[in-house]
Nanobody, 126 residues
Framework: QVQLVESGGGLVQPGGSLRLSCAVS????????MGWFRQAPGKEREFVAA????????LYAVSVKGRFTISRDNAKNTVYLQMNSVKPEDTAVYCC???????????????????WGQGTRVTVSS
């Protein structure tokens, strides 16, 4: 059974930090590129970051580049999103997703991902 379980969300003040985790089971994690997406209230889901199957290449949305870092630990079947210098506009439900590919292409579109987690809520507010 495929499972992607996010954790680490919560309430954080502007300028603060948060680390999200996504634990994966039920498929060969090391053969998948991983991504993080977010959906704010009343808005469409948007791409945040992606990392290739080996963890050597990463891609970020312009809105988070320089503040967020995506990483993965293939031994732990887990992908992370380190969020620094957060802003109120980062408030959203954050979901991880898996795309079956073992090349260096980093998918940005939701249609390119095979599996999705349920999400963890992040609220940035003072």
């Amino acid at each position: 059974q495929v499972q992607l379980v996010e954790s680490g969300g919560g309430l954080v003040q502007p300028g603060g930090s948060l680390r999200l985790s996504c634990a994966v089971s039920g498929f060969r994690f090391g053969s998948y590129a991983m991504g993080w997406f977010r959906q704010a209230p009343g808005k469409e889901r948007e791409f945040v970051a992606a990392i290739d199957w080996r963890g050597t290449n990463t891609l970020y949305a312009v809105s988070v580049k320089g503040r967020f870092t995506i990483s993965r630990d293939n031994a732990k079947n887990t992908v992370y999103l380190q969020m620094n210098s957060v802003k109120p506009e980062d408030t959203a439900v954050y979901c991880c997703a898996a795309a079956a590919r073992t090349d260096y292409y980093l998918p940005r579109r939701t249609s390119e991902y095979n599996y999705w987690g349920q999400g963890t809520r992040v609220t940035v507010s003072s």
